[in-house]
């Protein structure tokens, strides 16, 4: 199926577009999030002295990421 199959099937279910932009926009933070926290957890299992170092560049990435998802969310008002 190709992407914009796909969307045209969301948006004649949703029946709006930008609610389905939304949840297909919502895909890509939470997986952004998964992998960094994850990453993060087994850094600070093979190097516990860097625990600190590595928890504070965790929540500059999840920052980036979460903007993704606001960004998202207001679009879909704003469209």
């Known amino acids: 199926m190709f992407p914009m199959q796909a969307i045209h099937i969301l948006t004649e279910l949703s029946g709006n577009l930008s609610i389905a932009g939304y949840g297909l926009g919502a895909i890509g ?35 980036f990421v979460e903007i993704l998802a606001l960004m998202g969310f207001v679009l879909v008002f704003i469209v």
Do not use: D, H, V
């Open 29 to 63: 933070p939470g997986i952004g999030l998964g992998i960094i926290i994850g990453k993060t957890i087994e850094g600070m299992a093979r190097q516990p002295e860097q625990s600190g170092k590595l928890q504070g560049m965790m929540f500059i990435g999840l920052a």
